[in-house]
């Protein structure tokens, strides 16, 4: 995903306590600089500042961090020749989205201890989907007036 021109991400949103890979294909890739750093921080603080060297792949410079529980990931990146690029002075900075929580709904834990429910929820979900290839099968066959009785051995 393209967030600002010549910066992606390997996710859609940056939630905290997650890895992102960021990808960096602006001026420093373009002007062939082998070395290139990541200065980053987090909130409008620059809270817990940390420099990263990227790595140069083909598709530019790429390096993963770890974002922590805060509202922005703010960063720069400077060249080997002490060159910064700052997005113009503003500084590179996206938004950490927080999940709600409260929506999320916790999945009922199945033990070894509780097999019976395991056993009738399969049991109800075979009789359902028997009963509905029953309905789709002899339904269409019953209204078209195309269903015969098969023949028993004491007809014959």
């Known amino acids: ?3 600002v021109k010549n910066i992606f991400f390997n996710t859609d949103k940056l939630t905290p306590n997650s890895t992102v890979k960021i990808s960096y294909t602006g001026k420093f890739f373009q002007d062939s600089s082998e070395e290139v750093f990541l200065h980053y921080g987090f909130g409008n603080s620059w809270n817990n500042l940390t420099d990263v060297k990227m790595e140069k792949t083909e598709l530019g410079f790429q390096t993963e961090i770890e974002l922590i529980e805060d509202d922005s990931l703010c ?13 113009n002075g503003q500084n590179y900075v996206f938004p950490i989205e ?3 929580t ?3 709904v916790q999945e009922e834990t199945f033990s070894l201890a509780s ?4 056993r009738k929820s399969y049991l109800w979900s075979k009789k359902i989907r028997i009963a509905i290839y029953k309905i789709l099968t002899y339904l269409p066959k019953l209204v078209s007036g195309n269903y015969k009785k098969r023949a028993t051995s004491s007809e014959e």
């Open 1 to 3: 995903m393209e967030l």
């Open 75 to 87: 960063f720069c990146l400077k060249n080997g020749n002490d060159e910064w690029d700052n997005n």
């Open 98 to 100: 927080h999940i709600e």
């Open 102 to 104: 409260s929506l999320i």
């Open 115 to 118: 097999p019976r429910k395991l």
